[in-house]
C-alpha cells in the first residue's frame, strides 16, 4: 500500500481513473449496461427489503411472539433465548465455565493479528495444544469448587467450540504423523497411512459420525461407556486429520532435497530434522490451506446434529419449536447464520493476512531455521 | 526415512571400504523391515482386539450378525423410489432404491452446480462491475454459512411457500403441487408400438447429433431443411408416444394424492442447498482457473480479431479447464459425500434408509456400515478415476 502511494499517483487519482476507465467499459456496452441497471435494482429491492425487515420494523424486547410487530423480525426470540443457545442446557450458576470456553479461543486468535512481542507464539502454541484438555475440565468439572456436569448438559455455541477446536487440535499432530508416514521410504508405513487416510476422507462425514456413534461402542471393551459426544468427537479428528495430513504433505513436498541432506549433514536426527527444519518450512507455507480446513471443519461441526447433539444450529432449531414463539424460522436461522458467518469469515481474512505477512520474510526465516 | 537419518550419521563417522558400505547397507534394510513388521504386528495387535471386543459386545446385545438379511423382507415403506419398491420388498432392495435416490440428488446437483457456477465464476471475472461484486458478494456470503443451514433454511422457504394438498397448485391437469411433493401424471401400460415409436425419436436425434457433429468437423454448417426436418421428425415420434401410452394421473384422495410419481419437496431442498452451496466454490475455481491462463493469450486472440465472446469460449476457457479439472474433481467427490444429508431433512438417500431404517431394525450394524462405507468410497475412488482419465485426455489434446 505503502509502496504505491509513495511511488504512482495519489489515491484519489487513481481511484478516478480506475472508475472512470471501469464506468467506460460499462456504458460503452449497451448490454453490459442493461446487466448492471437490472442487477442494481435486484440488489436495491433485496437490500431494501432487508433493512426494513430486519432493522426498521423488527422488534427487540418483547415477552412472546403475539408482542412482536408482524412486519418485521421479532429479534426478541433470539434475545430471550440468548444465553440458551449460548450454552446450551449448562446449569445457571455454572455458566461462568461455559463462558470461558467460549472466550478463549477467540482471545488467542486476537494474540495472532497483534503486532510481534516476546513469548507470543509460546502463549499461542500451548494455549491452543491445551485447549481440548483444559476446557473439557473445566467443562466436565469433578473437581474440588466445580461440580459435576455430564456431557448431555453442554450445548449451543460452548459445544459448537468445543467440538471444532477439540477436533482440530487433536487432529493436528495425528496430521503431521500420517503425512510423514505417507511420505516414508518405508512401503508398510506408507500403505497403512495412505488406506487410513483415503477411507475416512472418502465417507461423508454423517456416515462417519452415525459409524462412531454405531461402531465405536462395538469396538471398546465391553465395560466401557463412552459419552456420545467424545464418539462424535473421535469420528471427526479422524476426518479432520485425514484432510490436515494432505495439506501436510502437499506442504512437504514443496521442500527440497537439500534441506534433507544439509540437516543429515549437520547431524540432525529423523525427529530434529522434522522439527528444527522440515516442518517449520512446511506448514508455514501451507498456513492458507490449513485454515481453510479449519474453516471447512468448523461449518462441519454443524453435522453432530445428525446424531441429537445439540450444538449452536440444531439448540435454536430445537427453539423453533417453542409454542411461544411460533413461527420465528427465519430469525433463528439468520441469527445463526451470522455467527457463522463472521467466525468464518474472518478466519478467511486471517489468513489472507499470514499469506501477506510471510511472503517477505520467507528467505529470512528460512537462515533462522538454518542457525538454530 | 527413519533409518536414513540414523545411517547418514552413521557414514559421516566411519569410512571404511567398499565392504563395510554393504553391511551397513543391510543392516538398514533389516532395520527397515524389522520397523515394518513391528508397525504391522501393532496393527494386528489392535485390529484382534477390535474383533474380540465386537464379538464380545454383538453377543452381549444378541445381535445377529451376516448378509442373509439382505434377502429378507424389509416392512416398511421409503417415500421416494426409482425403481418399484413397496413394504414386501427385500432390504437388498432397499439398498438399492437408497443408493439410486443417492446417485440421483448427486447428479442433479453436480449438474446444476457446475452450470451456475461457471455462470458466476465468469461473473467474477466480467468486465461488468456489478456484476462482479455481486458475484463476489454472492460467494462470500454463501461458502462463509454451513451447508446444513442452507439445507434447513431451503427446506423451510421451500415448504413455507407451497400450498396445503386440499389447495395444490393444478399444472394443466397432469401435475399437482403442494407442500407434500409435487405429483406427475406417470406413463403406464407400455405396448410394444409406443417403445418402438419412443427408439423412433431417440435414433432420430442420434443420427442429427451425428449428422451435425460430422458436419461441425468439415467446418460446415447442417443445411437447415435437414436439421428442421430431424428435429420435427423426433418431435412427431415423441407426441405419437405420449399418445400411445396410458398415464397414470394423480387424484386426490381423502389425505393425499394417489398414483402418478411424486417428488417430495425434501429432495427439491436438498438439490437447491448442495446446487448453491457448491456453485460458489465452482465459482471460484472457475475464476482461479480463468486468471491462470497467461494475459498474453487473450491479447493474442484480441489481435487475430476474435470477439471477447469468442476469445472466452474458444481460447480461455478450453485452456482453464485444464486447471480446474482437480480442484472440480475435489468438489464433486464433495458433493457425492454431502448428498448423505439427506437424512436430515428425510430424504431416503442411501444413508437415512439403509445406515438408518434398516440398521434399526435388523440390527445387522457391522455389515451395513461396511457395505454403505463401500459404496462411498466406491463413488469418490470413481470420481478420481473419471477425472484423471479426462485430465489425462485434455492433456493429449494440447499436443
Redesign the interface.
Known sequence: MSAGTLSGPSIPRRLARQTGSLLAVTIRHPFSLLVSLVLLYAAWIVGEGVVSWGIVHATFLAEDRSSCDPAGACWAFIVNRLPQFAFGFYPEQERWRALLVVLAPPSLMLLAVVPEFRGRRVIMVTGFGLYPFLAFMLLAGGLPGLPEVSTEKWGGLTLTMIVGMSAFVLSFPLAIVLALARTSGLPALRLVAAGFIEFWRGLPLVAILFMSVIMLPLFLPPDVEAPRLSLALAGITFYSASYLAEVVRGGLQGIGRGQYEAAGALGFGFWNMQGYVVMPQALRSVVPAIVNTAIALFKDTTYVMVVGLFDLLNIVVAGLSDAHWVGLAAEGYIFVGVIYWTICFGMSRMSARFEQRDKPNRPAENTLGMSR | ??????S??DE?RRTDGAGAVARRQARRRRA?LL???L??GA?AAVGAV?VR??V???Q?RGLASGFDFLWQEAGFNVGFTLIAADATSTYGRIFLVGLLNSLLVAAVAMVAATMLGFLIGLARVS?????RL?SKGYV??VR??????HL??WQ?VIL?SLPTVKQAHELGGVAFLSNRGLYLAAPVGWSTASLVFLGGAGATLCIGLLLARRAHRRQELLPPAHAVGMILLAAAFIVITVASVDWDVPVLGSFDYRGGVKIMPELAALVAALTLYNAAFVAEIVRAGIQSVSPGQRQAATALGLSARLTMRLIIVPQAVRVMVPPMANQY?HL??????A??VGFPDL?NVF??TA?NQTGR??EI?VM??AV??TL??SVGLVTGWYDRRMKLVER
Not at chain 2, 1 to 6: C, D, F, R, V
Not at chain 2, 127 to 131: D, H, V
Not at chain 2, 336 to 341: Q, V
Open positions: 526415512m527413519l533409518t536414513t537419518a540414523a547418514l550419521k559421516s527397515a520397523q515394518q513388521l508397525l504391522l496393527l477390535i471386543n465386537t464380545v459386545n454383538l452381549a468486465q461488468n462491475i456489478p456484476a455481486l462470500e456470503l462463509n454459512l454451513p451447508l446444513l443451514l434447513l433454511l423451510g413455507r467427490a457425492i459425500k454431502a448428498s448423505a444429508l437424512t436430515v444413508v445406515m438408518g440398521l450394524a457391522v456400515v454403505t462405507a462411498y468410497l469418490t475412488a
